[in-house]
Structure formats: C-alpha cells, structure tokens
T-cell receptor, first 113, second 115 residues
C-alpha cells in the first residue's frame, strides 16, 4: 500500500517565522495528497489538498505543492501565528483510488509570541 | 448541519470491562472510518464501514475488537475485555462517497482510559 513519511517534531518557532514541514510519500500512481491539522483536544481537520502533480493546495496562508519528481508534498507558511500551534498530518489514500487515508505520524508545531 | 458526532468524549473502564464508542456520521455520509491514535504515534486505520457492511477491517486487532454500522443508528466500535494498551483516542470519520475527493470529516474523538 501507499505510505507517507513526515519530519518529526516538535517544530518550535517564534511568531512570524517561516514554516516548512517536510512530507514524502511512496505510492502507486498519482493519488491525491492531503494535509490535516489537529488542534489540542480536537479531531483532525482538512487543511489543504492537491489532486494531481504540480497542483498547489492552499488554505489559511498554508501552501503545499504536489511534486512527483521528488515524491514530496511539503507544507509551508510564510509567517506563522501562535494560533497555528497544532499537530500537522500528511496523508494519502492507503491505495490509490481508494477512500481510506493513511497518515504520517504527525508533526507538532509550537509557536511562541 | 452537524458534523461527525462521537460519544462519549471520555470513557474510563477497568481492565476486563467492555467499551462501546459511538459515531454518527455527517448527514448524507454513508461511509464511516475508525482510527486509533496512541501517544507518540500517528493515526492508525482500523476499519472502514458502509451501512450494514464492513468494507475493510485490515487494521482491526484480531481479537476483542469489533465494529458495526447498522441500517439505523450510529456506528459502534466495541472493545471487549479492555486492557491498558487499549487506552487511546479513537476517532471516527465519514465521507459521502468511496472514491473521488477522499476528503474525510473527523469527529472530535473518544478518549478511552483503561485503569
């Protein structure tokens, strides 16, 4: 099946710093790719997605580009806020064309004022 | 439009007891997924169900765990004879169709503590 690897955390940044969280994947074909975010005590929420190579997903200032050459989908934000502190999960279908997702281990982001 | 509703939010059980976790999918969603989140680990897929059918249970432990999604009512994840290692957050997600966008909507989770 498909799999995803993301950088371990925690990532600790000051407010307004630049954020990158790395994610690489192994997959058959070209599945959709996702970033989910989990705030403390809550379930996961879809942050952004990309459905084909070279697509850029974006939401709330976060961006990620589907790079098939490097099998990567790195999450970036130009200026983080304290409210961005959360755990971020990279995900893709367990099998291409299948609905069930497999998730990375998650990367905790801590942003200080 | 209510989201995915899970209850109870917190459940405490003693070793050997049974735990039942319930999940009501979003209105119009007919596919339900259960995931388990253990401390220091990611989200692990357990089971995928449609109404009255188990589609994929490859992530379910072979013993003590079962899941159902009846024609009427919520999906139930049942853990019999709980052990301390079952302590985790259990998340339910739903989606409106099998393939396509693959966008899952998650509930807030049920946190099981086994004493």
């Amino acid at each position: 099946g498909n799999s995803v690897t993301q950088m371990e955390g925690p990532v600790t940044l000051s407010e307004e710093a630049f954020l990158t969280i790395n994610c690489t994947y192994t997959a058959t074909g070209y599945p959709s790719l996702f970033w989910y975010v989990q705030y403390p005590g809550e379930g996961l929420q879809l942050l952004l997605k990309a459905t084909k190579a070279d697509d850029k997903g974006s939401n709330k200032g976060f961006e990620a580009t589907y790079r098939k050459e490097t099998t990567s989908f790195h999450l970036e934000k130009g200026s983080v806020q304290v409210s961005d502190s959360a755990v971020y999960f990279c995900a893709l279908p367990r099998r291409t064309g299948y609905s069930t997702l497999t998730f990375g281990k998650g990367t905790m982001l801590l942003v200080s004022p | 439009n209510a989201g995915v509703m899970q209850n109870p939010r917190h459940l405490v059980r003693r070793r050997g007891q049974e735990a039942r976790l319930r999940c009501s999918p979003m209105k119009g969603h007919s596919h339900v997924y259960w995931y388990r989140q253990l401390p220091e680990e990611g989200l692990k897929f357990m089971v995928y169900l449609q109404k009255e059918n188990i589609i994929d249970e490859s992530g379910m432990p072979k013993e003590r765990f079962s899941a159902e999604f009846p024609k009427e009512g919520p999906s139930i994840l049942r853990i019999q004879q709980v052990v301390r290692g079952d302590s985790a957050a259990y998340f339910c997600a739903s989606s409106p169709e099998e393939a396509g966008a693959n966008v899952l909507t998650f509930g807030a989770g049920s946190r099981l503590t086994v004493l």
